[in-house]
């Protein structure tokens, strides 16, 4: 009776290493593996959100001067303690800036940085 016991914990063992073998294998050959605090991949501003970023538009213009226009085109996020968005915004005719943007716990924005004189093939 304990061999057989200690046989099928044995078994129960190696099934386990095995099955942890194939989903690592599986994970690590991923061809986009998922990063924990990894930024994701660029997609367009919801509607929404864009509202919301245009409402930094005074900020960006303290710092940087008047812009012509603000309108979000792009962004990729990244989950910290809120969300931190890289949104590409356009300024005017082909001017383009970078703005990092904290989204807080509280649902409230923050510009945290710009890089001006950006383009739009210009990778976030």
Known sequence: YQRRVHGDRLIGLLSSVLVLSLFCSLHLTSP???MVGGKTQAKPVPEDLAIKFSELRPKLEAQ?????TFEPISMKTQVVAGTNYFVKIKLGADQYAHAKIWGKLDRTFELTS???GKGLQ???
Do not use: A, K, Y
Not at 64 to 68: A, D, I, L, N, Y
């Open 32 to 34: 986009s593996p998922i």
């Open 122 to 124: 210009d990778e976030l």
């Open 114 to 116: 710009v890089e001006m």
């Open 64 to 68: 940087h001067g008047t812009v012509e």
